[in-house]
């Protein structure tokens, strides 16, 4: 079974810190994406990544920054946390392989900033 | 730019009844995938069927079938024979092929199935 894990479920932090969400999946897929869920948004892509050390801009990548050193691990991080990034945080992975390319995601981690 | 619009907010529907959820797409790739997902309120991401830009045929999986009108940029998921389980959040979702797998989701459907 493909996994992905987030490091954590429930993450409380104050509003300034640097916050840093990871993910890790074990089924060596090329592509890890990052995307922010909210009510009646939907899931918003955040920053994806293609390749180790490739990163792309999502449609909301602003106050956020992602680290990819090896291909089974995909970082997110806030540098300076804020209220309007209250969220839930989903991270996915998915292959460049031929055939059906469906996201696989982990388990989401519910991000209060207070 | 890759777009994805889901314009019903909810939908209910009678058990046993087919319902379609509505999907529109926008991308200036000339290949791609079509994906649906559900979203139970437990939280967890379900692949369910997925259509490929040059697919000529409409993909179905079990009670689920996509109306793939590719002319019309409109990729519209059916369910036939809807289940009290059915009740969930349903999402559609483009990925570009020549766009790093760059994959957008829309805003999402709930679902309601009355008994």
């Known amino acids: 079974d493909v996994k992905v894990t987030q490091s954590s479920r429930y993450l409380v932090k104050r509003t300034g810190e640097k916050v840093f969400l990871e993910c890790v999946q074990d089924?060596?897929?090329?592509?890890m994406f990052w995307y922010r869920q909210d009510p009646g948004l939907g899931l918003r892509l955040i920053y994806f990544?293609?390749?180790?050390?490739?990163?792309e801009k999502g449609d909301i990548p602003e106050g956020y920054s992602v680290s990819r050193e090896k291909k089974e691990r995909f970082s997110l991080i806030l540098e300076s946390a804020s209220t309007n990034q209250t969220s839930m945080y989903l991270c996915?992975?998915?292959?460049?392989?031929?055939?059906?390319?469906?996201?696989?995601f982990g388990q989401g981690t519910r991000l209060t900033v207070v | 730019a890759q777009k994805i619009t889901q314009t019903q907010p909810g939908m209910f529907v009678q058990e046993k009844e087919a319902v379609t959820l509505d999907c529109t797409y926008d991308?200036?790739?000339?290949?791609?995938?079509l994906f649906w997902y559900k979203q139970p309120s437990s939280g967890e991401m379900i692949f369910l069927i997925y259509?490929?830009?040059?697919?000529?045929q409409n993909a179905t999986e079990g009670r689920y079938s996509l109306n793939f009108q590719k002319a019309r940029k409109s990729a519209n998921l059916v369910i036939s024979a809807s289940q009290l389980g059915d009740s969930a959040m349903y999402f559609c979702?483009?990925?570009?092929?020549?766009?790093?797998?760059?994959?957008?989701f829309g805003a999402g459907t709930r679902l309601f199935v009355k008994a």
């Open positions: 979702a483009v990925c570009s092929y020549t766009g790093g797998f760059k994959t957008i």
């Open positions: 259509q490929g830009s040059y697919d000529q």
């Open positions: 990544s293609y390749d180790v050390k490739m990163k």
């Open positions: 089924m060596d897929h090329e592509n």
């Open positions: 991308t200036s790739d000339p290949s791609y995938g």
């Open positions: 996915a992975s998915s292959t460049s392989g031929t055939g059906v390319t469906e996201a696989f």
